[in-house]
């Protein structure tokens, strides 16, 4: 059965910063390309961030240089360091792992920041 679990979400003010982190289990995580989504309050799913089975990470411009995605490969754990947050990082972040053409999703964690 695989499971992506979330954590690490919650209230910050903004300039601060938060870590995600998704565990996972229930797949062959080390080939998987990892991805964090997020759902800002009204709007549609975005891509945040992704990183393949390499380390090679793509950023959504507008996190760019703020926030880095990272993987332990030994740990099943997928990570996403979030920086210099602003208020409209405010949303519903999400795991998603490819694995074999088939997208699997973790439930979400709340990030909100305040102005």
């Known amino acids: 059965q695989v499971r992506l679990v979330e954590s690490g979400g919650g209230l910050v003010q903004a300039g601060g910063s938060l870590r995600l982190s998704c565990a996972a289990s229930g797949f062959f995580f080390s080939s998987a390309v990892m991805n964090w989504y997020r759902q800002p309050p009204g709007k549609a799913r975005e891509l945040v961030a992704l990183?393949?089975?390499?380390?090679?990470?793509v950023y959504a411009d507008s996190v760019k240089g703020r926030f880095t995605i990272s993987r332990d490969n030994a740990k099943s754990t997928a990570s996403l360091q979030m920086n210099s947050l602003k208020p409209e990082d405010t949303a519903v972040y999400y795991c998603?792992?490819?694995?074999?053409?088939?997208?699997?999703w973790g439930q979400g964690t709340q990030v909100t920041v305040s102005s």
């Open positions: 990183i393949f089975s390499n380390g090679g990470a």
């Open positions: 998603k792992a490819l694995s074999l053409g088939t997208d699997f």
